[in-house]
């Protein structure tokens, strides 16, 4: 990919826990093997932009916060949170219809991956905006991230 002039890919790579991507039925890969992925493009100079999915239905604070020690723990040049959302026409969001537990946000505008639209069994509306915010501040505000992928890059160019 690098020798062809690729310089980035986007992965899914979702959560951090294996209960959450088995309960939202996700078919990531291990852990490990993903990790190997990341280190391969990283060593050919390929720049890797993670997706990290938070609120699905199996998530509770604790396994967020996993999550996010994850994303931190791959290191990646970039990273990307988002609240997981039930789009109308899909099984998922036919599913939440079909209990009034749910409580399916009527507005369809509103199904964009930043916000919750639907009553989670786990967390809150605004419980999940701290924890999405949280996961930016906690991704981007290290001294390992800038070292790594700012000021390095920086040096590099000026070579």
Known sequence: MASAGCIAVKLGIESGNRDVLD?????AIDFPYQEEIIACLERNGIDVLAFYVLGYFGDTEESILETIDYARHLNT???????ATPYPGTPWYEELRADPRF??????E?????RLVYNHPNLGYDQLERLKSLAYQRYYLRWSYIMEHIWRRNLSKRS
């Open 77 to 83: 040049y970039g990273a990307q949170f988002s609240i």
């Open 110 to 114: 509103a199904y964009n991956q930043y």
């Open 23 to 27: 309960g939202a039925q996700r078919a």
């Open 103 to 108: 409580q399916l946000e009527e507005n369809l």
